[in-house]
């Protein structure tokens, strides 16, 4: 491609990589990840020279945007970087769910700094399976026969389809063919499990004799999906995992019930009644209950199976199981996690419940903290009533009323939800009604200093 004199200028005058890589606001950075400094800086200045090469710049870079764009590029660069959640929305996926108890990432630590005995049994000296004491942790919470633990939910659906389905078809409701975010869609995952779907009911209605009909025409399995994220409600029927039990025990058909949330606590004092609990869906005869590790359970990111022994050891076995093991990090916290349960001290020591039950009351003293501390920077900050929500495709229906802080800026509220996600430490905030929302139920005390942070940054600037 012919450049012009002009064009020609502009590259001649780009400075060089080790130029910038020297220059002192890179010190830090240089100290830490040298090659990874020098990977952005070569990064941004090859995108400069395609913008001058194609005629999208015709004026020489400042050195404001030069630094802004390296460091943008060297954060990403280095990957993950933690956020301040001030949506109100507790189980947000993007965000990565639960944020774990601190019980749950001691234990994490301490696993995943040295050894342990992960597959090793201390008194005999030989070796033992990974997951027995999660096993037996979900055996006496949920009242199962026998649990299995594997990388998350789909990973259990897909391996329990496998093993009790075996190729066969697989009766669903049409009311429950559920799309979760992403790529799970109950349809797609039968086909890969390699099982034919046989749809049953209609969308809004399915009885127990639609069931009976699906038996007759072969199916091998009968499969009850939570409907997690949406709700069909009006002229509505569908078949209780009480019932549905019953029939597969009379016709010798298995049950599986895949609950999605993983609700271990009781959540009935807290006017929540909606979302099916695992240790009834057990108690109701399933033979195989799958949920999610990180959803309302609170854990890690983890798909948990329980059901019946015979079932379950033979999961075990399969060679999927073992593509779709689990860590020793993830084992530990979910260790951590479910003895929090065991101990009763759920509500207290697992964000993702304290955060869906905090009192009214509390929230409000939070968010007045929140503002006062935002007046003295020189914000005029007022305290507003927010709709938080659950998220993470569990109770759709249920807002959380509660307590967040709102402020006005001389720009739009778009633009100030963009700078505040530019923060040092990122905050992601909600827009309602054309204001910007703190929504104090997922900010925890701690985290209030890096919301003023946030604030001081998009208005005033990095030196403010
Ligand atoms: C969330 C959900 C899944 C997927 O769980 P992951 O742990 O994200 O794989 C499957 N089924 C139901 C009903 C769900 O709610």
Redesign the pocket.
Same mark, same amino acid.
């Given at each position: 491609m012919e450049i012009s004199r002009k064009q020609a200028e502009l590259l001649r005058g780009l400075p060089r990589v080790d130029a910038v890589m020297a220059r002192p606001e890179w010190n830090v950075a240089r100290q830490e990840n040298p090659q990874t400094l020098k990977a952005a800086v070569r990064s941004v200045l090859e995108n400069i020279r395609q913008e001058i090469q194609s005629g999208k710049r015709t004026s020489p870079i400042l050195d404001s945007e030069l630094s802004g764009r390296i460091s943008s590029c060297y954060i990403s660069f280095c990957g993950m970087r933690p956020v301040i959640n001030a949506t109100g929305v507790i189980l947000h996926t993007n965000l990565g769910r639960a944020p774990l108890s601190r019980q749950a990432v001691e234990a994490a630590q301490r696993a995943a700094y040295g050894y342990t005995d992960l597959e090793f049994d201390l008194d005999s000296g030989t070796r033992a399976n990974r997951t027995a004491a999660v096993e037996a942790l979900l055996c006496r919470l949920t009242g199962a026969e026998d649990a299995i633990a594997v990388n %998350? %939910? !789909? !990973?259990a &659906?897909i391996l329990c389809l496998a093993v009790l389905a075996k190729g066969k078809p697989v009766a669903v409701s049409r009311g429950e063919l &559920?799309e979760?975010g992403g790529s799970?869609r109950i349809p797609e995952i039968l086909q890969q499990s390699g099982s034919p779907l046989l749809e049953i009911g209609t969308t809004n209605r399915t009885y127990l004799s639609d069931y009976e009909n699906a038996a007759a025409q072969g199916a091998a399995l009968l499969l009850k &999906?939570?409907s997690?994220n949406y709700r069909i409600i009006g002229f509505t029927e569908s078949v209780a995992i009480s019932e549905l039990s019953a029939l597969g025990n009379r016709l010798g058909l298995p049950v599986v019930h /895949? &609950? +999605? +949330?993983g609700l271990l606590a009781d959540l009935s004092p807290y006017g929540i009644c909606e979302e099916p609990s695992v240790c009834q869906s057990v108690k109701d005869g399933a033979d195989i209950t799958t949920f999610?590790g /990180?959803?309302l359970l609170g854990g890690p990111?983890c +798909?948990l199976a329980v059901g019946k022994r015979s079932w379950i050891s033979q999961m075990k076995r399969h060679p999927l199981a073992r593509a779709f093991r689990l860590d020793k990090v993830t084992l530990a916290s979910l260790e951590a996690t479910l003895l929090s349960y065991e101990n009763g001290r759920e509500f207290e020591e697992i964000p993702v419940l304290s955060m869906l039950c905090a009192a009214t009351s509390s929230l409000e003293l939070r968010a007045q903290k929140l503002c006062s501390l935002l007046r003295g920077i020189g914000i005029s900050a007022q305290i507003r009533e927010t709709e938080g929500q659950v998220g993470g +495709?569990?109770l759709p229906e249920h807002p959380l009323p509660g307590y967040g802080v709102s402020f006005s800026a001389k720009f739009s509220a778009q633009e100030l939800e963009a700078r505040l996600r530019h923060a040092p430490v990122p905050v992601l905030a909600r827009i309602s009604k054309g204001q910007v929302i703190f929504d104090v139920r997922t900010v925890p005390e701690e985290q209030l200093p890096f919301l003023v942070q946030a604030v001081q940054y998009a208005f005033y600037g990095e030196n403010g």
């Open positions: %998350n %939910n !789909a !990973a &659906v &559920v979760i799970f &999906v939570h997690s /895949d &609950v +999605g +949330g999610s /990180d959803k990111q +798909g +495709g569990t």
